[in-house]
């Protein structure tokens, strides 16, 4: 029946028989939902106002009774608000459903019902939309219909793109981004860095090498492994040698002296040497003379290589160069963490963080705990009684298998994912959140109980649940959960975490990988958890040394610690792990706990958003002795849209954040470029002079830069390369090189133009070496190709781009550019719309954009695309 369900169209109607359901179900095609942002600001503002609107184009009208419509929405509607003779109900989380009054208006062929409502915060983009809308008939409570023809429609008036009133970020345009760029001027390939992320030293020698395949590899004993990989990657580039060995050779040579992960790369006529002390240092080397490499097509083998003689030494300014990925609120597959693990060895990033639970999902197999996956790892359509899987999150749907809600690794795939990483010298640091986020875990658990109980095992039933049956206690998170927060006095919460650290830590050793830590979370626990529980209540009074309710967070924290370091490893968690709450005159505020610094605990920190009053928090961490991970929103949150523009995916909380912000970010000194807040205002002189700077003790606890990207709008492989790639070159940069001299020119004005120059380096690096490379490499990987800038200037059209060398093409014909069309190498004269797109070196399309030139048809503006 499921199949069958998949296969036909469903319809929104309301319908009394199962019969007259799956009759009008093969109608669905002809409902039509389509959401539009009104305003922002609305009311006053700290909300906005939009609609949606149903039109019926099937036969039968739509009824006043008998039906929900389903759908996520990741705002708080204000409920009170809402239009069009319906109800708008808050199931929990991002679930919501409509539900008609009596007063609806049945709407027949051909009509439509137009319901507005409030929400908190503002909406800019498409990814703000509702999605993920099904139908369920009171009578056939077991079979929701999907309505699949559902449309954002795109923004066009200023007030559906401010903000707020304060809100000086533009809508991009052509003109805008041809302004943006007009500091990536285009310099010479010779002028080029020839190894990114830029190595410490790189001296040019006199002379080539011709590298073909009777140069042989000659290593030292100790590098094994990284002497296969090179071998490999040599095989790939070079066809086979027809003659007898040519007496060369590349020598992998071990230095002890050497420091940590640092190496020498030699390139002269007679052969190649890479010495280093370290696996982890050949390793780089390797990468480093692959990056010297000319371009060539994936799958072409030419006979010989040459490569300009050179010294090189290198080695990373840090030794945590991470990126965390999110698979808990959308899944991706094995094969595309494989993928990103390949592009992370490429630029030398060593750290990958997987975040592997959230309240929408638990993604790794726990054999004695089969809920976890059974339950956790599924969401689909549910009745409020049933622990079977979770409800749908961010637009996934009814059903339980057709969509990126559903998904886990097996403890096989876990394995093949901790050795894959391994031998590109990435460590893994699992992520398991706790205590807040952990509604998958909770509801996982809970299933647990109840199978067991059933079953007459009480005490089992018990052992590892996570929350207090009996809690009434009253909160929303973040993102509108009710019931995400473990019950942290209870004594089965923390046999579950032994219970998960010990299953993780017994795959890593299957693995044969290291582990040194696991994260346990710590952000975003809601005001008002445990203040109804009676089991927590009870053992705060037990305790007077917890003073409140609020000493459960350093309580749970301490323990977490401990259960850690009895297992040799040092907790991680993130910036709230490090902060504790306390009252003043009856308000809540989080100020940094002091008890927990110096104990080797590592903290992300997040929050760095410019205007939110906790700039120099990451400073205030490490100066206190935290070990400190920068991977500030304003920087590094790879979620981020790249741009103010509806068509541009991703959320924007925090700011707009293209390559630049990730570039531009100096880690011992993160204001030196934060010039504006988070909506484009410039920050007054004085800003910065109340905020604590690092002291020498916290230079040495910062321990690294870190890339993030939360999934809640990521659908699938493609999606997550757009949104971490390029940014992800701007990371690498930060994390390997030293800091460029601009950021340490004291006066501005001398700093802007070494900056300015400094960008064009990169900007060429990127368009004419990188980004090819990457195709060469990885054949299809869907980096964001960014829209060219475009003015008309002197009757013509001007284009620029912001990676000087990518490839652009237009039309004059208002058709869309192919990589067949004219090729961009001088201003256009035609008149009219010209069409223009950016193109990759195997021919994928990015983005296109228009813009008129004295335009004089007969084509009314409302018509021009």
């Known amino acids: 029946m499921r199949r069958l369900l998949l296969q036909l169209p469903m319809l929104l109607l309301g319908l009394i028989s199962t019969a007259q359901v799956n009759k009008e179900a093969g109608n669905a095609k002809n409902i039509a939902i389509n959401w539009q942002i009104i305003e922002n600001s609305h009311a006053g503002g700290g909300q906005f106002l939009s609609s949606l609107n149903i039109q019926n184009n099937a036969p039968v009208p739509l009824q006043n009774k008998n039906w929900k419509l389903y759908f996520n929405f990741a705002r708080r509607i204000a409920l009170e608000t809402v239009t069009g003779d319906v109800n708008i109900v808050h199931v929990n989380g991002d679930l919501f459903y409509i539900r008609p009054t009596e007063k609806f208006r049945p709407i027949s062929n051909g009509t439509s019902v137009t319901i507005e409502f409030a929400s908190k915060d503002w909406a800019v983009n498409f990814t703000d939309a509702p999605e993920g809308f099904y139908l369920i008939y009171d009578d056939a409570p077991n079979r929701p219909i999907p309505i699949n023809n559902v449309k954002a429609i795109p923004s066009t008036r200023p007030a559906q793109f401010a903000r707020n009133q304060q809100d000086r970020v533009p809508s991009i345009t052509p003109q805008i981004i041809y302004e943006q760029n007009k500091n990536s001027i285009d310099l010479p390939e010779k002028d080029l860095q020839k190894i990114f992320p830029t190595p410490v030293k790189y001296e040019s020698k006199a002379g080539e090498f011709i590298l073909d395949q009777g140069v042989k590899i000659a290593a030292n004993t100790a590098f094994g492994v990284e002497s296969k990989l090179l071998q490999d990657k040599l095989n790939h580039f070079l066809s086979p040698a027809k003659g007898a060995k040519n007496g060369k050779s590349i020598r992998l040579d071990l230095d002890k002296t050497m420091e940590k992960d640092a190496y020498q790369l030699e390139i002269n006529s007679k052969g190649i040497s890479i010495t280093a002390g370290t696996h982890a240092g050949i390793f780089y080397g390797i990468q480093s003379l692959l990056s010297t490499f000319p371009l060539q097509k994936k799958g072409l083998k030419v006979p010989s290589i040459k490569l300009q003689n050179a010294l090189v030494y290198d080695k990373p300014r840090f030794d945590f160069r991470g990126l965390m990925i999110d698979v808990a609120r959308n899944f991706q597959t094995k094969e595309e963490i494989l993928k990103v693990l390949d592009l992370m060895s490429m630029y030398k990033l060593n750290v990958l963080h997987f975040h592997l639970n959230d309240d929408e999902g638990w993604r790794l197999e726990i054999q004695d705990l089969p809920e ?420 008309v200037k002197d009757g013509q059209v001007h284009l620029n781009n912001q990676f000087p060398g990518i490839t652009v093409r237009y039309t004059t014909d208002q058709s869309e550019p192919t990589a067949k069309s004219p090729l961009y190498t001088k201003p256009i004269p035609n008149k009219g719309l010209i069409r223009f797109r950016t193109f990759d070196s195997q021919g994928r399309g990015g983005k296109s954009s228009s813009i008129v030139n004295e335009v004089a048809w007969n084509v009314t503006p409302k018509e021009l695309p």
């Open 372 to 791: 976890l996956t059974t339950v956790g790892s599924k969401r689909g359509h549910f009745s409020d009684s049933s622990l079977t899987h979770l409800p749908p999150s961010f637009g996934s749907g009814p059903f339980l298998n057709d969509h990126h809600g559903t998904g886990h690794y097996s403890k096989a795939d876990f394995i093949e994912i901790l050795k894959y990483a391994n031998a590109r010298h990435i460590r893994v640091i699992p992520e398991i959140e706790a205590p807040g986020h952990a509604r998958a875990a909770i509801r996982s658990m809970h299933a647990r109980y109840n199978r067991l109980m059933k079953e007459g095992r009480k005490e089992e039933a018990e052992r590892y649940l996570l929350h207090d049956l009996n809690d009434r206690s009253s909160y929303r998170s973040v993102q509108n959960w009710n019931d995400n927060v473990m019950d942290v006095s209870r004594p089965s919460t923390y046999a579950f975490i032994e219970k998960i650290s010990d299953e993780i830590i017994a795959m890593y050793k299957a693995a044969g990988a290291p582990l040194q830590t696991i994260h346990y979370g710590g952000d975003e626990v809601p005001d008002g958890a445990w203040e109804g529980s009676p089991n927590s209540l009870k053992f705060v009074k037990e305790h007077p040394e917890l003073k409140d309710i609020n000493g459960l967070w350093a309580y749970f924290y301490t323990n977490i610690d401990r259960i850690l370091k009895s297992r040799n490893l040092y907790l991680s968690g993130w910036e709230e792990v490090g902060m504790q709450p306390v009252l003043a005159d009856g308000k809540k505020s989080y100020v940094i706990n002091p008890a927990l610094g110096d104990k080797n605990i590592h903290l992300n920190v997040w929050n760095n958003i410019i205007g939110w009053g906790a700039e120099d928090l990451a400073y205030k961490l490490a100066n206190t002795g935290y070990k400190v991970i920068l991977g500030g929103v304003s920087n590094f949150y790879f979620d981020m849209a790249y741009q103010k523009s509806f068509d541009e995916p991703g959320y924007y909380w925090g700011e707009y954040a293209d390559i630049d912000k990730a570039f531009n970010f100096i880690p011992f000194n993160s204001f030196l470029n934060s010039n504006t807040d988070k909506f484009g205002n410039t920050l007054k002189p004085g800003f910065y002079d109340s905020k604590e700077r690092l002291t020498e003790k916290g230079k040495a606890n910062i321990v690294g830069l870190q890339g993030l990207l939360w999934s809640e709008t990521i659908k699938g492989g493609k999606n997550l390369e757009y949104m971490i790639m390029p940014k992800l070159l701007g990371l690498a940069e930060r994390a390997w090189a030293a800091d460029p001299e601009w950021a340490n020119e004291p006066d501005s004005l001398k700093r802007k133009v070494m900056y300015n120059q400094a960008w064009a380096r990169f900007a060429n690096t990127l368009g004419k070496k990188e980004l090819p490379r990457i195709d060469a490499a990885f054949g299809e990987l869907n980096y964001r190709l960014p829209p060219s800038g475009a003015i």
